[in-house]
Every structure is written in C-alpha cells, then in structure tokens.
C-alpha cells in the first residue's frame, strides 16, 4: 500500500468514524424519546394525574379515579387517530389503571402515587446494582435495542461511560423515591402530584443527556479501536507479503 492510499484510508476511517459518532449520538436521543412516546408522550403522560387530582379535591375518590381512566383512554383514541406509536399510549393507560385500582383498595387519595414510588425504588436499585457487577444497564439496553454487542465492556472509556450514565438514572429513581414517599407519609396529595409531575421531566431530561453523552463516548472509543486495526493491519499487510 502506497503512503498516500494508507492516508487516504486512515483518512476515510477517521472521516466514517465522526459520522459514525454523530449518528449513535442523533440516534440515542430519537431512540430514547421514541420509547418514551417523544416529547408529547412525556406531555400526554402528566394529564390523567391533573385529571386524578383536579377532581378528587373537587368531588371525591372514585370520581376520580374514573376521570383519570377516561383521560388516560382518551390520550390513547387520540394518539391512535394521529397515527402516533401507541406502545407508550397503552402502557399510559395500563398505568393509570393499576395506579388507581391500588388507590381503590387503599381508600385514599394517595394511594394513587404508590405505583410510581414504588417503581423508582426498584428501578434505582436495578441500575445501582447493574453498575456494581459491572454490566450498566444503559449501556447493556442500548446495545440490545441497536443489536450492537458488548465488545465495549472491553474498554474502560467506554464503560465509563455507561456507569456514570446508569449511575446518573439511580440518582433520578432515588431522588424521585426519596421525595415522593416523604410527601406520601405527610399526606401532601397535591404537592405529591405537583412532585410527580415537575421531578419527571428535568431529572429525566438530565439523565437522557448523560445517557446521549455516553452512547457518543462508546461511539468515539469504537470508532479509535477501528482506526488502530485498520492501521496495524495495514503496516502488517506488506511485512505479511
């Protein structure tokens, strides 16, 4: 290979690799908000909870509890009839629907919110122990919904990464855990609410930028580990021949 192919090479596996790198990072967030319904499946979702509240402080539980359902299957009507996905509308509604099933059996207001406290409880503990063994559950859900392996668990940049990304949903579950069973023990329903609803979209939003950062950094070390391959193997081409 002449110096000024191997240039050229090196120079088109530079180039692949920044476009590469931008792609995963567009990717992660369209992948991302795709899974949370895009931004106004992250609007639609605050709806049957000010439905809930609103009408439970204005006539009582069960009024309530059947203008949140209605709420939540209107969401779902409408996302159908924009032609919206609807993976994100039906889990909307399955929510709303086990949420205020326990809030009957309760008997209380409150009891509406267990499900989410519950939730962040588990969901913080899932990603805090998925970094203590050393398999972090945003790197490891990435690469499952892309197809994409694991070989960045060989690279300690781009576990990196991943950690502090995992780690950086930990710290939303527990901060979310943390506050809302504080207001649930005080019987604050419509601050509860107001917390559900206001720590839901800066934390996640938060965690969803370090979760893009990450997919770029293990984008960027893979993309170096290609160049140095195809570096070594073209100095080891010619001693080869």
């Keep these: 290979m002449s110096e000024h192919s191997a240039s050229a090479s090196e120079s088109g596996v530079t180039a692949q690799g920044r476009t590469d790198d931008q792609h995963a990072g567009q990717d992660a967030e369209k992948t991302l908000l795709e899974q949370m319904g895009g931004i106004s499946g992250l609007a639609y979702s605050a709806v049957p909870i000010v439905v809930f509240v609103v009408v439970s402080a204005l006539t009582s539980l069960m009024p309530a509890i059947w203008a949140s359902i209605g709420a939540a299957v209107l969401i779902a009507v409408i996302r159908l009839v924009r032609k919206e996905p609807l993976q994100p509308a039906i889990s909307g509604v399955l929510g709303v629907a086990v949420c205020s099933f326990i809030a009957y059996r309760s ?17 913080g503990g899932v990603f ?21 392996g694991f070989s960045w668990r060989k690279h300690r940049r781009a576990m990196l990464g991943y950690d502090l990304a995992t780690l950086a949903w930990t710290v939303v579950f ?18 509860l609410a107001f917390a559900r609803i206001a720590m839901g979209y800066p934390l996640t939003g938060l965690a969803l930028v370090v979760t893009i950062w ?28």
């Design 107 to 123: 008997g209380e207001v409150r009891g509406f919110f267990l499900l989410g406290i519950w939730t962040s409880l588990v969901y």
């Design 128 to 148: 805090l122990a998925s970094v203590v063994v050393r398999w972090p559950l945003v790197g490891v859900a990435w690469s499952l919904l892309n197809s994409l």
């Design 174 to 191: 527990a901060a979310k855990y943390v506050v809302q069973q504080w207001l649930y023990d005080s019987d604050q329903t419509g601050w």
């Design 214 to 241: 990450a997919v770029r950094r293990a984008a960027k070390v893979a993309e170096e580990v290609a160049a140095e391959e195809e570096a070594a193997a073209a100095r080891s081409g010619p001693a080869a021949g």
